[in-house]
């Protein structure tokens, strides 16, 4: 069998300068390593070939490039991590030395081959080295002749090429790793980032809207009491202060009995404007609920809203009922009388229901009415003539939140509106 010529050592420059202009093009570990095992198989004429590198354990090898031969997917996926073992084909990363045979079919090293490999007979082997250490391999097998000195010289010196490249290639691949974790690091922040301005921009809309909310209530509080003041208060004390004036007349005219007409008409006008005045404190403060807790304070709105609406209001208290602090108890009550103020207002309902439950750690207040309802989702956008509506149910939430607790309305056109509050007890 004629053997072909080793190549002249201009020949040997010009491929490898070759083989590093085509290699330096590459980026990619797999593609650095296919180019330069298809050159080395070009140089020595040999059949085919692969590469092989360390595993995570140094008893394993696995084939990272394969040319000249076309195993099946199967066949790849079977063998292609192979053990290290002391043999033919392992000595080059085991002993850090190249391994030649003119036949491995009766090479007395020699291993079985796996179902499918083709026969190989003239083999070369030489170790991929990287800091004076053996990280894989290059194997040439089926020279039509025998591998000589020259071409293992020429197979060490790609080899020492290859295996900086490959480290170089690696250390791309790595860095091109670390840049994309570090843009999809940044991107993920940066929309952190905004999703937070953007919470925080909800949130200081929101609280600027409870705060112009909490301003206007509070005029409109003091707008109700100076009418309440003027328009009840003030009249039925100027009406006694005529009474009296009467009376004092009738008196110095000897006009008697006249006279303790007067008086008891007077008395009598006191003792309104002493119901109205306990009237106005009890809005601006319900002294049962201070007295008696937080059951019979919503008891007692219930029945004034019930009185002032005409609307059937049922109130249900489950559990044992127990005191909370000050600020929970009030909360909770202005709570459910802004809720039924809507519903007075805004919800042409017929009926609502009340309901308060102490539970252990919790007290859950649920008021449902069966007016016309809204479709929440729209009315987040609704503004202008619905603006005082929003502003109250916001209010609301915000008290509950305020408490540590938890918030729920639920609404839809014709169905009515339910709203829900669970707040932690301490």
């Not at 083989?19 to 040999?46: F, I, K, M, P, Y």
Request: net charge negative.
């Amino acid at each position: 069998m004629a053997t072909l010529p080793i190549p002249e050592p201009q020949h040997q420059l010009d491929a490898l300068t070759e083989l590093v202009l085509e290699v330096s093009a590459q980026r990619n570990v797999g593609d650095v390593l296919g180019v330069a095992l298809r050159q080395c198989l070009r140089l020595t004429g040999s059949q085919f070939g692969f590469v092989g590198r360390v595993g995570s354990t140094p008893e394993e090898m696995e084939i990272v490039a394969i040319h000249g031969f076309h195993p099946a997917p199967s066949f790849f996926a079977d063998f292609r991590v192979i053990p290290l073992r002391p043999n033919l084909f392992a000595r080059a990363v085991l002993e850090d030395r190249a391994v030649r045979t003119v036949d491995a079919t009766t090479d007395p090293e020699r291993v079985g081959q796996p179902r499918g490999h083709p026969r190989v007979r003239s083999f070369l082997g030489v170790p991929l080295r990287l800091d004076g250490r053996p990280i894989g391999m290059i194997g040439l097998a089926n020279r039509r002749g025998p591998y000589e000195d020259e071409h293992e010289r020429l197979t060490l010196t790609y080899a020492s090429l290859i295996a900086v490249l490959v480290h170089n290639a690696e250390l791309y691949e790595q860095l091109e790793e670390t840049n994309a974790q570090l843009e999809q690091l940044v991107a993920d922040r940066t929309r952190e980032l905004a999703a937070a301005r953007d919470a925080l921009a909800e949130k200081a809309a929101r609280l600027q809207a409870v705060l112009t909310e909490t301003i206007d209530t509070q005029e409109q509080d003091r707008q109700r009491i100076a009418e309440d003041i003027h328009d009840g208060i003030n009249q039925l004390l100027i009406g006694a202060l005529l009474e009296l004036t009467s009376s004092q007349h009738r008196i110095e005219t000897g006009q008697a009995d006249a006279a303790a007409a007067a008086l008891g008409s007077a008395r009598e006008i006191l003792a309104q404007v002493e119901s109205e005045i306990r009237r106005v404190v009890h809005d601006l403060h319900p002294p049962i609920l201070e007295g008696l807790g937080l059951p019979a304070a919503i008891r007692d709105v219930a029945e004034r809203f019930e009185a002032f609406s005409h609307v059937d209001c049922r109130v249900d208290i489950v559990g044992r009922p127990a005191r909370l602090n000050h600020r929970a108890e009030i909360s909770l009550y202005r709570l459910v009388q802004e809720a039924l103020r809507n519903v007075a207002v805004h919800a042409d309902a017929r009926r609502v229901d009340v309901r308060v439950q102490f539970d252990p750690g919790h007290v859950n207040v649920e008021m449902h009415d069966d007016g016309r309802g809204f479709d929440p989702a729209a009315f987040e956008r609704i503004q202008g003539g619905d603006g005082r509506l929003h502003l109250g149910l916001e209010s609301m939430r915000r008290r509950v939140e305020s408490l540590a607790g938890t918030w729920q309305l639920s609404s839809a056109p014709g169905k009515g509106t339910t709203i829900r509050a669970r707040v932690p007890v301490s």
